[in-house]
């Protein structure tokens, strides 16, 4: 087979699930680029941030889901990095992804939120493994949410990422303003917005009078640059965030080299032996 | 009461679970520097990622585990993100953590492995939440490690944290030396090495003849830099990596600014309608 008459081979995976409205519409956007394997959870996964299953076994099933559409498909039991390993360990095995896209998530994983998505650490893992990836998200956590005008900016992504390529050590973080009234303004290249969850935890008993919390928080934008991901979404761009997965903060290792104490003698140390 | 005579308030954190003989040890070691208060996991939670819990209430128990050495702790059925956020939003409430330690972690956490790490995930949401933290980890899996060689270790780099700060928008993850003949050689800042899993996965049947997967992989490291935290744990360092929690590769987008169609025309995207 030469180079130009093969379809690129495309992974994708979610965090919501193998049965979420997202992952279809991301199956038939894709299917339009390339040749499509789904291996993703068979339940939903959100907040599982970078998870990996290593005390208990995994299971792995064939689906019919995408059957219609021609499309090899998986479930299986673990988290979304757990889904991308399988996948590409034993599911593809020699068969090398062009592109591994992950999502379309059901709610924003810009910012912060970036390190609690399970969408992103299927992505993450992939680049981790050398595979270019994007995590796909909308700003939208209704379960009805509408993709449709995401379509069409995603298919031009993923052309854009098999024709140019990705940065070497990052996945791409993007995320899509909520269908409105408005088209969407465009595309933006950002950075992640400096942001926290403000949080609260509702105390509640149950009906043996033993409390328990559930998490309950806003998120707030620290941020005023309007180079972030939090105000392209504000004025209806989509993000894109290059991610590393890197975390060494070169800064922080030049301000301790300038400050503490990183050759305490025999006797300090001997004190704290006491 | 005075700067000078109140003690720092110490929040302790894990992920192996507060049963875990690493936490006990921290524990012992914190309680020479200030006051300490544990919340930690109820149940092991390794590899957890900086997974949260959002669709589950969460159980909070006091628990009378270090009452013997005077210390407030208490057991959560989360992950150790959620122990963070509750210890701050729920425990200490008005009280302040002047430092956040989460450990010592049964195995290495080293090089990209601090992705899958729950110790560190502690630490990162407390450094989200503004806190000054630091991960420590053990590079010796077995439930009977010896933590001793590393007690004075962990001290001195818990005074330093508390007299000369944290880098901003950092936690350290510090990784230390299994047990030797040798004594350790010192402490080295480092940045995360270039290094992957190779993954393997051994397929099983179980008694109904439904297959499951067991991962197993072995650790590769691809970076031949002697600046990094596997080139000095294994010439008998401590590693100190200030990890941060912007994941935004600045590299990367300026390559991707030079490369990318980021204005399609709309007769492109229409075209992608069909």
Not at 62 to 67: P, R, V
Not at 188 to 203: M, S
Not at 225 to 242: F, K, Q
């Amino acid at each position: 087979m030469t180079a130009h008459t093969r379809k690129p081979l495309i992974l994708i995976s979610n965090d919501d699930g193998i049965t979420a409205p997202g992952i279809a519409t991301l199956v038939r956007v894709m299917r339009r680029i390339g040749e499509v394997v789904v291996v993703a959870p068979d339940s939903p996964q959100s907040g599982m941030g970078h998870a990996i299953t290593i005390g208990n076994p995994l299971r792995l099933d064939a689906s019919t889901i995408f059957e219609d559409e021609g499309v090899e498909a998986y479930e299986c039991s673990g988290t979304p990095a757990d889904c991308v390993k399988l996948a590409k360990h034993h599911v593809l095995k020699d068969r090398q992804a062009d592109l591994v896209v992950s999502g379309i998530n059901h709610g924003s994983n810009s910012s912060v939120n970036v390190l609690y998505s399970g969408t992103m650490s299927a992505a993450i893992e992939a680049a981790i493994e050398g595979l270019p990836a994007i995590g796909f998200s909308l700003c939208d956590y209704g379960h009805d949410a509408d993709f449709t005008h995401a379509e069409p900016w995603i298919e031009h992504i993923a052309r854009q990422a098999l024709k140019n390529g990705i940065p070497v050590g990052t996945a791409l973080n993007v995320n899509i303003p909520k269908k409105s009234e408005e088209a969407l303004a465009g595309i933006r290249l950002c950075r992640q917005a400096r942001a926290k969850w403000q949080e609260k935890f509702d105390l509640r008993h149950d009906p043996y009078k033993r409390p328990y919390y559930w998490l309950i928080g806003s998120f707030v934008n620290l941020d005023q640059g309007e180079d972030t991901d939090e105000w392209a979404l504000a004025n209806n761009y989509i993000s894109v965030v290059a991610c590393q997965y890197d975390l060494t903060a070169l800064h922080g290792l030049t301000e301790m080299n300038a400050s503490w104490d990183l050759t305490p003698d025999h006797a300090t140390l001997a004190k704290r032996h006491a």
